[in-house]
């Protein structure tokens, strides 16, 4: 899913992201077998979640490969290593610790700092006009073709007449549309379009969460897309102001479906996982310790095993996951509050376990 803002840059710019690669440490079998591995979530979803990167691995060119440490994997293989993964997640715990600890390879993906960092992300459900009407007066543009006008420019009209308009949504509720990079439009006849990323107009990014925490609005603490959100509302006066403090414009293209991740396969909510690309398998298996918001004052602990299929211009490093949440207010709430320290694996079936499997 083409993100060009995630959310922490949004909230803190560059500061906290780390431009650092990090590292990817191996597991012992002694240490993979006293970890717990204990999984929150479904089995179903994970099933789900399964199944769509076995679709891409169908699909990716087969003189692809894929390296985990100094071990190189086909297609073919990391179609093996996961349906022995699905295998092994239906044993009992006990079980699954023992064949996790004698089959697979298991690596920590760390940060700088040794552990990991993880925001969310979300596919907003946007009330929509088919022309303006009220707080509904901001256009929703398709692409035009290259151009280079900013924000500020392209909001008093510098794209009238040259870009497809999909709708016309709230100014704020367009921003973090923006911000996400895809969403559905809501009409009050019922009808539903989704929207996905279709390019942008070539202007550097600035954070609107930088510049509040520089003005004493908030703390790094405190920042968050809910907090944003909610001091726009309250300060209408000064909405344009900082929301054109970012030059940067998304445009959108309608889909017929939601927005896939970057495997061109559709996301599975709190399964799928958007790493660094250039330093993780795509595809691959993940596990993540962390936090996350179940109420906007109530925390949960996190441990469930997901699939990488998604990355994002900010997502930079081992140790730096961003999880994908859904739709709809629960998993806005999620992904706007999540900044969260955590820990971060990567799994793979050693050579050994596949050689009977494909």
């Known amino acids: 899913m083409h993100r060009w803002w995630v959310l922490l840059g949004l909230l803190l710019g560059q500061q906290g992201m780390g431009l650092a690669q990090g590292t990817l440490v191996p597991l012992t079998p002694q240490q993979v077998e006293h970890y717990p591995w204990a999984d929150d ?9 399964i199944a769509r990167s076995l679709a891409y691995y169908r699909q990716v060119n087969p003189s692809a490969r894929f390296t985990y440490g100094s071990e190189t994997y086909t297609p ?24 996790l600890a004698q089959q697979f390879l298991v690596f920590e993906s760390r940060n700088d700092q040794g552990a990991a960092f993880f925001t969310g992300y979300y596919q907003p459900l946007v009330s929509a006009r088919m022309q303006p009407q009220g707080i509904w007066n ?18 008093q009209g510098a794209l009238a007449g040259q870009a497809p308009v999909l709708g016309y949504v709230d100014p704020i509720e367009h921003f973090f549309l923006q911000v996400q990079g895809s969403g559905l439009l809501v009409f009050p006849d019922g009808r539903r379009q989704w929207v996905g990323f279709a390019g942008h107009n070539q202007q550097p990014y600035r954070s609107i969460g930088q510049l509040l925490v520089s003005e004493g ?31 940067r414009y998304i445009f959108f293209a309608p889909r017929a479906q939601p927005p896939g991740g970057s495997l061109g396969q559709p996301l599975t909510p709190g399964r799928s996982l958007a790493m660094d690309l250039d330093l993780v398998p795509p595809g691959g298996i993940a596990f993540v310790e962390t936090t ?24 930079r490093g081992h140790g730096r996951g961003d999880i994908f949440w859904g739709q709809g207010r629960t998993a806005e709430l999620r992904a706007g509050l999540m900044k969260q320290p955590g820990r971060l694996w990567l799994l793979v079936a050693k050579k050994s376990a596949l050689a009977t499997s494909y």
């Open 217 to 247: 609005v908030f703390t790094p603490e405190t920042v968050s897309m809910p907090a944003i959100k909610d001091y726009l509302r309250r300060h209408p006066h000064q909405q344009e102001r900082i929301l054109n403090h970012n030059p």
């Open 76 to 99: 073919q293989q990391m179609q093996a290593s996961l349906r022995l993964f699905a295998q092994v997640m239906r044993l009992p715990l006990a079980q699954r610790r023992r064949q």
């Open 41 to 49: 979530g479904t089995l179903k979803e994970l099933q789900q979640a």
């Open 138 to 155: 901001t256009p929703v543009h398709g692409y035009p073709g290259p151009v280079t006008a900013t924000r500020a420019e392209i909001r």
């Open 292 to 315: 996350y918001p179940v109420t906007s004052t109530t925390w949960r602990p996190l441990t469930r095993f997901m699939l990488v299929q998604d990355t994002g211009s900010g997502i």
